[in-house]
């Protein structure tokens, strides 16, 4: 099939447009950054389920979390995420792990706690999404 100039000009903007670092799943999905915000959200409000479904493993007992720490704090108030750009961790072309570096820092009744760390993020079974595989957070002192 025959292809105009403005037809192979709009494929080569919408190539340029994707980031190579995200082309692991569908494109239009949401970014990590963006869901692990919708994830922080639905910690805050207490959903469960929603915040489970993140996960690409969900964990059975959230004392046993890699992000416990999130999960168990009583009371919480706020609760910010501010994330850095992802960082590959395997060699696929594109990636298929990604590392987001995050700082936290939740508003509790007792006070305001700060973490620092990542989320590792993976494609979904069907590749529409990306979902948490595993994080790391440690305790930041002011």
């Known amino acids: 099939m025959p292809t105009t100039k403005a037809a192979s000009e709009a494929a080569t903007g919408d190539a340029i447009a994707i980031d190579p670092l995200y082309g692991a799943v569908a494109i239009g999905s949401e970014s990590?950054?963006?869901?692990?915000?919708?994830?922080?959200?639905?910690?805050?409000?207490?959903?469960?389920?929603r915040s489970d479904?993140?996960?690409?493993y969900?964990?059975?007992d959230?004392?046993?979390a890699d992000d416990a720490v999130l999960r168990l704090l009583p009371d919480v108030r706020n609760l910010?995420?501010?994330?850095?750009v992802a960082l590959p961790r395997d060699d696929g072309q594109p990636p298929r792990l990604l590392d987001v570096p995050v700082k936290i820092r939740a508003v509790t009744a007792e006070g305001t706690f700060r973490y620092h760390g990542w989320y590792r993020?993976?494609?979904s079974a069907d590749?529409?999404?990306w979902q948490i595989q595993s994080a790391?957070?440690?305790?930041?002192l002011d």
């Open 32 to 49: 990590p950054a963006a869901m692990l915000n919708r994830y922080m959200l639905d910690l805050l409000n207490q959903n469960k389920a």
């Open 53 to 56: 479904a993140a996960w690409a």
């Open 58 to 60: 969900a964990p059975a």
């Open 62 to 64: 959230p004392r046993h």
């Open 80 to 84: 910010r995420l501010d994330s850095d």
């Open 121 to 123: 993020v993976q494609p």
């Open 127 to 129: 590749g529409r999404a």
């Open 136 to 140: 790391s957070l440690q305790p930041t």
